[in-house]
């Protein structure tokens, strides 16, 4: 009976056995089908959303613009040859760079040492490092460049270029109409005449100049005065064997408005000269400085003597 029963156990086992191997043989098979639906599904998916690559705006092309500007400046006793302004700019701004000559018709090495700026879209702007103004030797002219950097200013058709800040004259370079117009300090010749005497002293007037500076001291006048020069010859007409002792004393100028003015006493405006008996000393000068805004009738005059007497003369502008 013993036996029987553990027979029955074993084949019950054994069944159960064989029951649990079917089960997994059907599982098996769904759960790679349900894999592979998985991996199908995967696969079949569309792929994780990326950003656009965003399109880079073309950058705006510098436009290239010379200006030639053909205009000569007289200033602290030089003469700047401006003779082109070259500007490149965008939106952005850019640079424009100015070429010109200084000519030294001295005697000395001069520098020029005025501030230069340039004047464009409501803006004054300095020059950069790249700059290079020499010195320029006597009797020689040299070669100079301005450079700027413009920032967010497109076009320099207004563009000035000002030489020179106050309080002294200031001369202007436009690069075209929209500047306005040059303002350039050219020395002004005036064609005079006339003689007087005073006493034994006879002054004969040849002619006039007036410029804004003073070359032989490298300097700029002010803004409200100019210089002018009269040049004249001078005669003794006495017999005194020690001649005349002719110096600043013997001349002033009278102004429009009555005002009398002695020459400039810096050593070099006034000519001083002994004169001998009954000869002639040709070429002297005397300057002065006179208002910016004078003109009308002027008198050079020469005294002599314990006389006085003027020789008349009109500035008209």
């Given at each position: 009976m013993t036996a029987e029963r553990s027979r029955g156990a074993a084949r019950r086992i054994s069944a159960a056995r064989r029951m649990t191997v079917a089960r997994r043989r059907i599982v098996r098979p769904g759960a790679l089908l349900l894999l592979a639906a998985l991996f199908?599904?995967?696969?079949?998916?569309?792929?994780?959303s990326v950003a656009p690559t965003p399109t880079r705006a073309p950058l705006p092309t510098p436009l290239t613009t010379a200006y030639q500007l053909g205009t000569d400046v007289w200033y602290e006793g030089l003469v700047l040859h401006m003779d082109l302004a070259t500007a490149v700019l965008?939106?952005?701004g850019g640079t424009v760079d100015i070429a010109f000559r200084i000519e030294n018709a001295g005697a000395e090495p001069s520098d020029l040492d005025a501030r230069m700026t340039l004047v464009v879209a409501g803006n004054r702007i300095a020059p950069t490092r790249e700059s290079h103004i020499p010195t320029t030797p006597a009797?020689?002219?040299?070669?100079?460049?301005l450079s700027f950097e413009l920032q967010e200013i497109d076009s320099a058709e207004d563009g000035v270029l000002e030489i020179g800040a106050d309080p002294d004259h200031i001369a202007k370079v436009p690069f075209g109409p929209a500047g306005g117009e040059a303002v350039t300090f050219q020395p002004v010749d005036l064609k005079l005449s006339g003689t007087t005497a005073a006493s034994s002293l006879r002054i004969t007037l040849r002619r006039g100049l007036i410029r804004w500076d003073l070359p032989d001291w490298s300097q700029e006048l002010t803004e409200d005065l100019r210089a002018l020069t009269l040049t004249y010859d001078a005669t003794f007409t006495g017999t005194f064997s020690g001649g005349l002792a002719f110096t600043g004393n013997n001349v002033a100028l009278r102004l429009p408005n009555g005002k009398i003015v002695?020459?400039?006493p810096d050593g070099h405006s006034q000519s001083v000269e002994l004169i001998g008996a009954g000869k002639t000393k040709r070429g002297l000068m005397s300057r002065f400085e006179i208002p910016a805004s004078a003109k009308g009738k002027f008198g050079l005059v020469v005294r002599s003597g314990g006389e006085e007497r003027i020789i008349a003369f009109t500035i008209k502008g």
């Open positions: 199908a599904a995967c696969a079949s998916a569309p792929p994780a965008d939106s952005r009797g020689e002219t040299a070669l100079a460049l002695e020459a400039r």
